[in-house]
């Protein structure tokens, strides 16, 4: 959120992904003839099963119609930033044996080859192939390998390649079983938004795979979960699978579990309407919209939060707010007023939260003094205002994960750690009434599906997904997510294309994700559980003034109706529909006054009528 004019804050960050081309090589060879007894060993080398068999980095791969060499299918796999779009699968195989590997591919600096050979390892490659053209390379396995990978992958910065009719020819080696079928599936004691589930381990299994309702919702190398994120006094199905190299077993015999009575898991603001409008009030400072008095605040707006207690340093954690001066607001009310306003705007059923953060107000707490001086003076400021609660907007570099910090269920980063430490500090005090929310960018949190942190070999972003531990820690405390669905550059989908903001495909592809969930940064043993639709607000600037990827309201109807009914949803295809979608934030209040109260009247119409 900004004070003055509209940043181009999104596309810098972005830009930090840009990898740079190196030259490569590779090792081809010409193929001998097969043996009568070998066998193609590749599983869905033709895709004709979409990726079934294969593990793309990233969520870079996707089965496509069109181009094909042969059948019906083929992979398409597209490198971004720091991801070269590697498509892999291991394959059995026996020791001292040759064996030749073979893939039709289209694009430029497209990449065959195998590893794990236990001899030398091979790739081949092509700098530019505008046809189908034929890869193929050899390898012999070493004394003791009954395994080797066999992958695709293309290079940095480019654009998708495509490849098909992937085959490995040789002798076979001991035959992978699919995993028994795992038992004993019970379900442990509910709360209102999460249930715990385990089972027997399966004899052959490497992992396993949780279904609710038939929808995959997480992965698993042990024989327990918690599944998070569920809604309160709802009735839940739940199965299980085992998987190995050859595949996924049949799912369990179903167990059901009812969550808990409790709003949802103990987020404040359970009597919040059934779709809410939150919009940021610029109570401290002036910009080109104007002052907007607190009690001059349409009945529209039913969370305002107040923007922003800001840190006396970026490590202090001691966070002031004070109304804006009157050489800059002229027409600011007295503290008296201001307070008094507050109070009728909860009378009449209205949330009001101070905003921590905002682009200005980094926020860091390096340390755990500057954590318990963050409860304490955010504290002070929830109690001399008598607020509801707090919304987290921290930007810019208030969170970033260190070297190592690879687990978003397990944060190390103390950045992270006295976060949540704080907040949770904040909802013992104030108890379940104690209203929060969180106002990240999409770079924090949506992109943590492509990277996550500085990653496996470091030179990334740090920032990259750095949200995503908070809102999980927090999730059953948390009334609201809003991201800001603006200031953004493009991001990929779980559909694995890019969305650009400013149209309801960006909004329709990114809430998707929120309410989803997703695996972090390609990782399908670190899915990020989808939140409940009552806790997502989609987040959009009032105007063309407040922010880049200002959306019309024609546009944020197309959204609503997509996502809350399944209608006007373009190429997108959601995996849901979510009518209980809580409702719209905006940046903010004071831009819809300047821009004539378009935001909240569409608003007004869609859901109020």
């Known amino acids: 959120m900004e004070r003055t004019g ?85 394959v059995k195989v026996k020791p001292d044996s040759t064996y030749t590997l073979s893939a039709w591919v289209q694009g430029s600096y497209v990449y065959l080859g195998a590893a794990g050979t236990g001899t030398t390892d091979v790739s081949t490659w092509t700098q530019s192939a505008g046809d189908w053209k034929q890869l193929t390379t050899t390898f012999t396995t070493g004394a003791s390998t009954t395994s080797v990978t066999v992958y695709t992958h293309g290079w940095y910065g480019t654009p998708a390649y495509y490849a098909d009719d992937l085959t490995l020819v040789g002798p076979g080696g001991d035959p992978v079983v699919l995993p028994a079928v795992p038992a004993g599936l019970r379900a ?21 795979t949780i279904y609710r309702g038939g929808t995959k919702v997480l992965s698993a190398t042990g024989t327990s979960v918690t599944v998070t994120g569920l809604a309160a006094s709802t009735a839940y199905s739940f199965q299980v699978t085992a998987t190995n190299e050859a595949g996924e077993s049949a799912k369990s015999a179903a167990v059901s579990a009812t969550t808990t009575a409790g709003g949802g898991g103990g987020g404040g603001g359970s009597d919040l309407p059934a779709h809410a409008l939150v919009g940021y009030l610029h109570s401290s400072f002036a910009n080109g919209s104007g002052y907007t008095r607190m009690a001059d605040v349409p009945d529209s707006w039913d969370v305002i939060d107040l923007a922003f207690g800001e840190p006396t340093s970026v490590t202090s954690g001691d966070i002031r707010f004070s109304l804006c001066p009157v050489t800059e607001c002229p027409n600011v009310e007295s503290a008296a007023e201001f307070k008094a306003a507050i109070k009728a705007k909860q009378a009449a059923g209205k949330k009001v939260l101070i905003s921590i953060g905002g682009q ?65 500090t904040l909802k013992a005090k104030y108890g379940e009434k104690f209203v929060l929310t969180m106002a990240p960018e999409t770079f924090f949190v949506q992109l943590g599906y492509q990277y996550y942190g500085s990653g496996p070999w470091g030179g990334q972003d740090p920032r990259a997904g750095a949200y995503l531990p908070v809102i999980h820690a927090l999730r059953d405390d948390l009334t609201l997510l809003h991201v800001q669905d603006y200031n953004s550059g493009s991001i990929m989908g779980l559909d694995n294309q890019y969305h650009s903001m400013g149209g309801a495909d960006f909004h329709i592809a990114m809430t998707d994700m929120l309410l989803t969930g997703f695996p972090v940064a390609g990782d399908q043993t670190k899915i990020f ?49 979510w009518s209980g979608l809580r409702g719209l934030m905006t940046w903010s209040v004071n831009w819809d006054r300047f821009n004539n109260w378009e935001f909240s009247k569409n608003f007004d119409a869609y859901f109020v009528g």
């Open 188 to 208: 442990g004691t509910p709360t209102s938004s999460s249930v715990p589930l385990s089972w027997t381990a399966a004899p052959g299994a490497t992992g396993y």
């Open 529 to 577: 559980p989808g939140l409940r639709p009552d806790q997502v607000a989609i987040g959009l600037p009032a105007s063309t003034q407040a922010g880049n990827g200002h959306t019309s309201p024609a546009e944020v109807t197309k959204a609503l109706n997509c996502l809350t009914k399944k209608t006007d949803c373009g190429p997108y295809a959601t995996h849901g529909t």
């Open 360 to 424: 200005n107000g980094q926020v860091q707490l390096a340390t755990t003094a500057a954590r318990d001086t963050f409860v304490s003076s955010v504290s002070k400021i929830i109690d001399d205002y008598g607020l509801d609660g707090l919304d987290i907007d921290f930007e810019g570099h208030s969170l970033s994960l260190d070297t190592g910090d690879t687990d978003f269920r397990s944060p190390t980063t103390p950045v992270v750690v006295n976060l949540i430490s704080a907040v949770k």
């Open 6 to 90: 509209p940043p181009a804050r999104m596309t810098g960050l972005l830009a930090a992904f840009s990898a740079v081309l190196l030259a490569a090589g590779g090792l081809a060879a010409t193929a001998p003839s097969a043996a009568a007894a070998d066998a193609d060993l590749a599983r869905n080398g033709t895709f004709e099963a979409g990726l079934t068999g294969w593990d793309c980095t990233g969520g870079s791969g996707a089965a496509v119609s069109t181009p094909v060499h042969g059948g019906t299918s083929a992979l398409k796999a597209t490198p971004a930033g720091s991801d070269n779009a590697k498509c892999s699968q291991t």
